[in-house]
């Protein structure tokens, strides 16, 4: 499962780039097609899977991507603003912000003059609670535990008290409104 910034122009290249005529991606289909009948479960199998891994690394490759165009963005409006330039480093601002890395491993979570870094499969993760079944309130509970139990460290970064907590709500409707899953399964 991979996470996505919405709104990418990749998806949209992707989607046309199936809907064009390109000879030689015919030609493979059709050599494919023709090879399918010939294999064994086995080699069906491995085919499966080799199509599965190719199609998380184009995700990835997207939510790189995208990564990269939102760092690019940021970076011009803080360099506008006068803000943080990189993290953990400038000037102090009371914006929640998330902020991933130029190679999409990892992302920053910043408050204040301070940030918390998360790996890829942790933001996943926090992109999974955010976006699951349940009530607000429920979600938000669901987060805080999974903060409190996984990293209490970020409670030093983004001071929560509880499930109630305005500041909770704020990093939900941020995780929320800036990355989807991709995939179609949870």
Excluded: C
């Amino acid at each position: 499962m991979a996470i996505m910034a919405k709104k990418t122009e990749t998806k949209k290249s992707r989607g046309s780039a199936k809907k064009t005529s390109n000879p030689q991606r015919e030609s493979l289909v059709k050599e494919l097609k023709d090879l399918l009948p010939k294999l064994d479960e086995e080699g069906l199998a491995f085919l499966v899977e080799q199509a599965r891994v190719h199609l998380y690394n184009m995700q990835v490759e997207e939510l790189n991507k995208a990564a990269d165009a939102a760092n690019s963005a940021a970076q011009r409006t803080q360099s506008i603003s006068g803000g943080k330039s990189a993290p953990g480093k400038g000037k102090a601002t009371g914006e929640l912000k998330i902020l991933g890395t130029e190679s999409g491993s990892s992302y920053y979570l910043q408050y204040r003059n301070d940030d918390a870094m998360f790996s890829r499969d942790e933001m996943i993760h926090l992109v999974k609670i955010v976006n699951g079944e349940g009530t607000d309130l429920e979600i938000r509970e669901r987060l805080y535990n999974w903060i409190d139990r996984e990293r209490r460290d970020v409670f030093a970064v983004l001071p929560v008290k509880d499930k109630f907590d305005g500041s909770l709500k704020k990093l939900a409707a941020l995780i929320k409104k800036n990355f989807k899953l991709s995939g179609g399964k949870k």
